[in-house]
């Protein structure tokens, strides 16, 4: 099992920036990747971004010239750094991890963090 615990949400201005960061524990070896998605109330949750464990990443079209995901160098920490900030990227950000068995689907969840970006 794989537990993770993410925090850095606040408000902030449009235009403005913020950086996320999840912390990960128990089965480490397992994790593929680690990653980000967010979720609105009432819509479904949608992927923002992700880091394998070969430094791969992987960004929505939304963000992709904005965000920036990267890991800690000695810990099991991954960060998202949320440049640009734009109204539409309110939501409450979840931190995921995936199993080497199942790649692009999380198998775990933070509680989530939030995130207002205002106008």
């Known amino acids: 099992q794989v537990q993770l615990v993410e925090s850095g949400g606040g408000l902030v201005q449009a235009g403005g920036s913020l950086r996320l960061s999840c912390t990960a524990s128990?089965?480490?070896?397992?994790?593929?990747?680690l990653g980000w998605y967010r979720q609105v109330p009432g819509k479904q949750r949608e992927f923002v971004a992700r880091?394998?464990?070969?430094?791969?990443?992987n960004y929505a079209a939304s963000v992709k010239d904005r965000f920036t995901i990267f890991r800690g160098n000695t810990n099991n920490t991954v960060y998202l750094q949320m440049n640009s900030l734009k109204p539409e990227d309110t939501a409450i950000y979840y931190c995921?991890?995936?199993?080497?068995?199942?790649?692009?689907?999380?198998?775990?969840w933070g509680q989530g963090t939030h995130v207002t970006v205002s106008s």
């Open positions: 995921t991890a995936e199993r080497r068995s199942g790649p692009f689907m999380p198998a775990y």
């Open positions: 128990g089965s480490i070896f397992t994790i593929l990747a």
């Open positions: 880091i394998s464990t070969g430094g791969g990443t």
